[in-house]
């Protein structure tokens, strides 16, 4: 049963409940069973469905290889609970679902979750640094003038009369607020690239990203890249900051800790009780919808670009939250790859004990959802995964906050005559259906050119190059498809050429040649 990527967007959560409640129902068989003298058609044991549904979480991308079978356990109980499923006398509304042999069925009613179709929240237009009055006042031409006039609100817009006269202008220095507004916006404008949409609106409020933050986030760091906070009463106790560095360094720990039989398990408790009494996740939930989006981008074709965005996502946390984020990712990371580390359960693994005790104090959503689990684990074990990348800080864009400074400083002194004035452009306003037909034509263009491109790689052996094109067509069934359409064309691709066998060269017995001598 292949996969659907849900997109980036709003309502991320229930589109993914809609689209794992579709696949279940199409794909889960269906079989009659006999219990207590009574013959049941068109169901499923609690078993196999806990069978199925486990596998399907684990090869969908949206999920991932986390995945346990308990939290599959626990996804049905809340179909039961949501009449995504009932039993065979019809009750459902309770989470009594165990891994056992109960016979359960699907409704006839349609269990997808309703997707808000609300208007859109129009806020105010900000007006940047760009647009403040006084900050920008160039001396050009008549046509340049025009077009700027073009492209102002009108609301906003001041009589070019107020600036008319005069050979220089007085134009105002950059203020610390509008240093940190760059700051904002530059990170803004880079996220919204990597998620490929319109607008970040859909996913979190612009208007509440503190640029302190991210300031503090990027200069403010030891030399192993956490972030040092000026204000010690907000950092970890010392007391789970040492009971961290025990786990972490183990056995390596401090000769004066006790040590005994379970040590290290109630030490591992300390810690996790301590990430569980905070108020809030790590991650806060004000950026619940935009972690969740990004969760989209968890692909093995767009690791980096995940990576990318997870960057500039945790720079928007409070330096608290984001500190005690690096030293929790480095903590469990050491611990689940660490061999000498003694079993912390007795029979759930290190790595996906780690997984399942912290992600709900990663991520989590304040109003509970049913997939909230779900897609914390899958968050939480790509993090594990790329802590070191995601958690640093991104050069490139305190190289762009720097060049952008350089730029308006370079303009406090507006220019005279002569002088080069700068490029703008404008775009004109396209509809929204144009858009997304656009950006669907475009990236399907880029989607078939690569696929072609793998296809007339020759340096490839053909054994990587089949297992590449079998993840391309995991991934995008549709593409995949227009290009094969029938299995004797993708057969083809693969079929053995002829060898030319080399001529076959006789060998002629040369005649002896007859000397005088003999």
């Known amino acids: ?198 607008s970040l609106d859909d996913v979190l409020d612009p208007a509440q990203v503190n640029p302190q933050f991210i300031v503090y986030n990027m200069t403010k760091v030891n030399k192993h890249g956490v972030v040092s906070l000026e204000d010690k009463t907000e950092d970890l106790p010392h007391w789970v900051l040492s009971a961290m560095k025990c786990l972490a360094n183990w056995p390596k720990y401090d000769s004066n800790q006790p040590s005994y039989p379970g040590f290290e398990r109630d030490v591992f408790k300390t810690v996790s009780d301590y990430f569980y009494s905070l108020s809030q996740p790590l991650l806060t939930y004000q950026y619940y919808e935009l972690f969740v989006n990004i969760l989209g981008l968890l692909q093995p074709s767009l690791e980096q670009v995940a990576i990318e965005a997870l960057q500039l996502c945790t720079l928007l946390l409070p330096p608290t939250s984001r500190r005690k984020l690096q030293l929790l990712l480095r903590m469990i990371s050491r611990m689940s790859q660490n061999v000498d580390m003694p079993r912390l359960h007795d029979i759930i693994g290190t790595r996906t004990l780690l997984v399942q005790t912290f992600s709900r104090c990663v991520l989590s959503c304040e109003v509970v959802d049913d997939l909230d689990e779900l897609l914390a684990t899958r968050l939480l074990s790509f993090l594990m995964d790329h802590h070191q990348e995601v958690l640093q800080v991104p050069v490139y864009l305190h190289n762009a906050v720097e060049d952008h400074i350089s730029y308006l400083k370079s303009l406090t002194t507006c220019p005279g ?57 995991k991934e995008y069934p549709d593409i995949y498809l227009r290009r094969f359409p029938t299995t004797e064309s993708e057969a083809q691709l693969f079929a053995d050429k002829p060898k030319i066998k080399p001529p076959m060269l006789l060998s002629i017995k040369r005649p002896k040649a007859f000397s005088i001598r003999n």
């Open 1 to 198: 049963m292949s996969s659907h990527i849900v997109t980036p967007g709003p309502y991320r959560a229930t589109k993914l409940w809609n689209e794992i409640t579709k696949l279940f129902r199409a794909g889960m068989p269906l079989k009659k069973h006999r219990q207590h003298f009574r013959v049941y058609m068109n169901c499923f044991t609690a078993s196999a469905a806990v069978d199925w549904l486990h596998e399907l979480l684990k090869n969908n991308s949206n999920f991932g290889p986390e995945v346990t079978r308990q939290q599959t356990v626990q996804l049905l109980q809340k179909f039961l609970k949501n009449h995504v499923i009932e039993d065979v006398k019809g009750r459902w509304g309770m989470e009594d679902l165990e891994d056992n042999s109960h016979l359960y069925r699907f409704p006839s009613t349609s269990p997808l979750k309703p997707i808000p179709n609300c208007a859109p929240v129009l806020r105010k237009k900000s007006i940047s640094i760009m647009d403040k009055e006084g900050f920008f006042k160039f001396r050009g031409s008549k046509k340049f003038n025009k077009e700027i006039l073009e492209n102002v609100d009108p609301e906003i817009h001041e009589s070019p009369t107020d600036s008319a006269s005069g050979e220089t202008e007085h134009c105002r220095e950059l203020t610390e607020e509008d240093i940190q507004v760059i700051w904002k916006n530059v990170t803004l404008t880079h996220l919204q690239k990597l998620l490929g949409t319109r």
């Open 417 to 473: 005559p002569g002088v080069a004035m700068p490029t703008y452009s404008f775009c004109r306003q396209i509809s929204t259906q144009e858009f997304e037909e656009h950006k669907l034509s475009v990236s399907q263009a880029a989607l078939s050119e690569l696929l072609e491109n793998l296809i007339k790689d020759k340096s490839m052996s053909v054994k990587e190059k089949k297992k590449k094109l079998k993840l391309f067509q």
